[in-house]
C-alpha cells in the first residue's frame, strides 16, 4: 500500500506551494483531501503525479495544480456558497468544501454524478452537494454564489453564470475550442459592471448544454 499521506505532502509542497500557490486555505485543503479516493480503480498508483486522469464517461480528474490555482483564482473563502460546473470525480468539490461552507456541484452525466457523490458521502463531507444536469445554466434556486468554478471548456462565458455571482465574487472558466482554449477570470465589481482577466493557456474537455457547446461540437447559444 503506497504511503499517500506522504504522496500528499510532496505533491502540495513541489506540485503547488513551489509552483506558486499561495493560498493557505487552498494549501491546507490540498492537504486535507484524499485524491486516491476519486480517482478510478486501477489507477490509485497515480494518483499524486501532477496530471489528469481518465475517468469514468470518457472524462478526466484535473490535474491538482489547475484544481489549486482555479480555486486560489476564484478566490474560495471560508463563510463562501460555491458552485461547481462540471463535478466529473467529485475532487475539486470536496476540496472546495473543506474551505467553503457549501458548496453544488453539477454534472451532466448522471452515473459520474452518482459515483462522486458516494465518494463524498462516503468521507463524510457533508456540505457538498452533487447534482445531476446542465450546470451551464447554473442553480437559480441557489443562486448567487461568492465563486462559481467551471472544469469544462465553453464557447464563452454564460451570461447565466456571471448573473448567478454575488456582487464580490468571481467566476473561473475555461473559455475556447479544444487546442485554443484559455482561463478566464470574471468578477462582478459591481450589480451591473464584470471585469474579466486572462489567466494563461489551459486544456479542458467541452462544457456541453445550452450555453455550451452541443455534442456534435458546435455551438449550443
Ligand atoms: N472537477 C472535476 C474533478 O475534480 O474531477 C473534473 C471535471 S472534468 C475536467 C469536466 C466535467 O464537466 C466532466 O465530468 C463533464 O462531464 C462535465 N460537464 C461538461 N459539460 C457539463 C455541463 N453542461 N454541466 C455539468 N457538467 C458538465
Known sequence: MPDFVKQREHMVKVHLAQRGIRDPHVLKAMRKVPRERFVSEGLEEFTYEDSALPIEEEQTISQPYIVAAMIEAAEVQPGDHVLEVGAGSGYAAAVMGQIAQSVVA???HPALGKLAAARIAALGYDNV????????????????????????????VPPTLKQQLKVGGHLV???????DQ????????????????????????????GEGWREDGSRAA
Open 129 to 156: 452537494e452533487i447534482r445531476i444536469g446542465d450546470g451551464s445554466a447554473g442553480a437559480p434556486d441557489d443562486a448567487p454564489f461568492d465563486a462559481i468554478l467551471v472544469a469544462a471548456a465553453g464557447p464563452d
Open 173 to 179: 472558466i475555461p473559455v475556447g475550442e479544444l487546442g
Open 106 to 108: 453539477i454534472e451532466r
Open 182 to 209: 484559455k482561463l478566464c477570470k470574471v468578477s462582478r465589481t459591481a450589480q451591473d459592471r464584470f471585469e474579466e482577466a486572462n489567466l494563461g493557456a489551459v486544456r479542458f474537455v467541452p462544457l456541453i448544454g
